[in-house]
């Protein structure tokens, strides 16, 4: 039996290139239907490398367009010699500061994040007095209605402990003197990290090309048919940076993160007071519907 005659010369690759070219376009169309929702604000973000601010307040609404947490479930419980907020997240530790915001986004979103800023700033002075922290500690100043608690928890005193033993201290601002590949390889070997963490430090701290993308923007991105329905977040932050130019990837990221912190369809952000007392007073709407334990999707988690 004869082996079928080859396929003409080009038609493969001409059929993975007009592929590519649809997903781009889907890309595109995608970053501009945000753009319309959120481009201002992002705009701004963008242009001052700006990201999750600790001066967010309780009820306020976020540059992203996110509501921030009323102020019962952002406060942090007082305890003997409890302090007022420091903002060392702002000071002379602007990479540093940027790896652990980046570590209380991922997975979790912008309106989480800025809520765990307030109560991290109330309770400690600085990174090493966060860093010292018991892991009991540590979950109660993430948050109990914080994703990945214990995971996020365990990774990032895992992440600063590493950067202590390296750095005899709590720095990271020799990065920017690196080269950006190097800053890179160091940020993603840093124990603990994730792919997006570094990734997102890189590209607001150091001006670098590094698309964040975990399980939410990653739902973001296939739900519009941007990446291939398989692609996990890996694959799909290796996409963006392919397909978008650098310079370009700042807006796109803030735009991406900005879809991924509303809710997804059919869900609503009660935050669990207000879900106790619904349910208490037996008011709970009924176009609520979805079941207690139930998640909208499969999330995919980062290799590492």
């Known amino acids: 039996m004869t082996a079928p005659p080859p396929p003409p010369s080009g038609a493969s690759g001409n059929h993975g290139q007009g592929n590519n070219a649809h997903a781009a376009e889907r890309l595109n169309d995608l970053l501009t239907r945000i753009r ?9 973000l963008a242009a001052n490398g700006a990201s999750v601010h600790h001066a967010a307040k309780p009820g306020a609404t976020t540059a992203e367009g996110q509501v921030t947490p009323d102020a ?12 007022p907020s420091t903002a060392f997240l702002e000071a002379d530790q602007p990479v540093l500061a940027e790896l652990v915001r980046s570590f209380l986004v ?27 922290c018991m892991h ?19 990774r990032m005193r895992a992440a600063l402990n590493d950067v202590y033993l390296r750095e005899h201290g709590m720095t990271l601002e020799h990065l920017p003197a690196l ?6 390889e160091y940020l993603e070997s840093v124990e603990g990290v994730p792919r997006f963490v570094a990734a997102r430090t890189i590209l607001l701290a150091l001006s670098g090309h590094a698309a964040p993308v975990d399980s939410r923007i990653l739902r973001v991105l296939t739900e519009a048919r941007a990446v291939p329905p398989t692609a996990t977040t890996d694959d799909a932050a290796a996409l963006l940076e392919k397909r978008i130019r650098a310079g370009e990837l700042l807006e796109a990221y ?18 669990p007071p207000a879900a106790q007392r619904a349910k208490a007073n037996g008011s709970a709407r ?12 499969k999330h995919r988690t980062e290799g590492r």
């Open 36 to 44: 319309k929702r959120h481009g201002e604000a992002v705009a701004v």
């Open 72 to 83: 019962h479930e952002s406060a942090a419980p007082t305890h003997a010699g409890s302090r």
């Open 106 to 132: 991922w997975e979790a979103g912008t309106a989480k994040a800025a809520s765990a800023i307030r109560r991290i700033e109330q309770a400690v002075v600085d990174f090493n007095d966060l860093r010292v």
């Open 136 to 154: 009991d500690e540590f979950l109660r100043l993430l948050g109990k209605s914080t994703p990945k608690t214990e995971d996020r928890a365990m």
């Open 179 to 184: 080269p950006k590949r190097e800053a890179r």
């Open 254 to 271: 803030l735009l991406l993160q900005a879809q991924a912190d509303e809710p997804a369809r059919g869900e609503t952000e009660q935050s």
């Open 286 to 297: 009924s176009s609520e519907g979805k079941k207690p334990g139930k998640s909208s999707g």
